[in-house]
């Protein structure tokens, strides 16, 4: 971190992407730098949050978030619960209030949730005194994932202003869009949303990205390729003729990807259907960063941890 930087998150919770201000994210970002290089030491560990305790309440399934931020904890000593939905008192019929006020009174200080309602980790956060940390709700956001997206462009590209950024899949259903739209438009970049007509409602224009249906176009001079999860379990509907009509129209394939820029970057929030979405061969080449969006997985979250429950720097107004 800059020392002549002042730190600016004000925030007791981080709900979304849509409440910060520009100088909040870029401060996650800057402390993000920190955290990485506690990951590249021999022993992945500070003192920084011992003696706190986050627990992990996810209601859906989840490899990376999941993982991230259990990891995320333990590497700045906090002590970490995962919470399983399948042995939990939910199955019994407890309601989500009762569940969160009974990990409350066991004196925790975090909560970090994913749920499949949108607005769930925001009705928690009305009631509950922890930290409450969106890891996914529903259709709406999914803010550490756009951190950690913001934080991988700037690493390839030095820069995220004036990049053009091309989002394509599956938009309707997706958090990660939402995130990365608010994220990136905030930090100036150009956003171009791709997908179905059925999968990309016009209404997205009015929160500042452009829309395009053909992928081929939308591909031209693009810095950033941001392929999409066909999220089939929150369509209710047929949203298109087949798999395999979905797979010629918008499949990213090695012809298709050199419309983009030569420099241009690939990237996936995961898990990757290969073959649908993307060439099996794209998502393993060197313009795929894929992995290193996993990598900086762990330290977008270290930097939340750090800033909602350990930075000194921070002043609480929430």
Do not use: W
């Amino acid at each position: 971190m800059n020392p002549e930087t002042p730190l600016t998150f004000r925030h007791y919770h981080l709900l979304g992407i849509e409440d910060l201000e520009t100088s909040e994210i870029l401060t996650i970002l800057e402390t993000a730098d920190s955290m990485a290089e506690i990951s590249r030491r021999d022993i992945k560990k500070v003192p920084t949050l011992r003696g706190k305790t986050v627990v992990n309440l996810f209601f859906e399934p989840s490899t990376r978030t999941r993982s991230s931020f259990e990891l995320a904890a333990k590497r700045l000593s906090a002590d970490i619960i995962n919470f399983s939905l399948s042995a939990s008192s939910v199955v019994k019929g407890e309601t989500l209030k009762d569940t969160v006020r009974n990990l409350e009174a066991m004196a925790i200080d975090a909560l970090v949730v994913r749920h499949s309602s949108s607005g769930a980790p925001h009705y928690i956060a009305s009631f509950c005194r922890s930290h409450v940390i969106n890891a996914g709700d529903g259709t709406h956001e999914h803010p550490t994932q756009a951190l950690l997206d913001a934080y991988t462009i700037k690493q390839y590209k030095k820069r995220i202003k004036g990049l053009k950024v091309v989002i394509v899949g599956d938009i309707l259903h997706s958090r990660v869009a939402r995130s990365n739209l608010f994220l990136l438009r905030k930090l100036g970049a150009e956003v171009v949303l791709c997908g179905p007509p059925t999968l990309l409602p016009l209404e997205f224009s009015k929160l500042g990205a452009k829309i395009e249906f053909n992928l081929d176009k939308a591909l031209v001079g693009a810095d950033v390729v941001m392929m999409l999860r066909l999220q089939r379990e929150r369509q209710k509907a047929n949203y298109f003729p087949s798999i395999r009509e979905y797979r010629q129209l918008y499949c990213l394939t090695q012809e298709r990807f050199k419309l983009a820029k030569k420099d241009a970057i690939i990237m996936h929030p995961g898990p990757i259907n290969r073959g649908i979405e993307i060439d099996s061969a794209l998502a393993d080449s060197v313009q795929s960063v894929i992995l290193r969006q996993v990598e900086n997985g762990v330290a977008i979250r270290m930097a939340v941890l750090y800033l909602l429950l350990g930075g000194k720097e921070r002043e609480s107004s929430d």
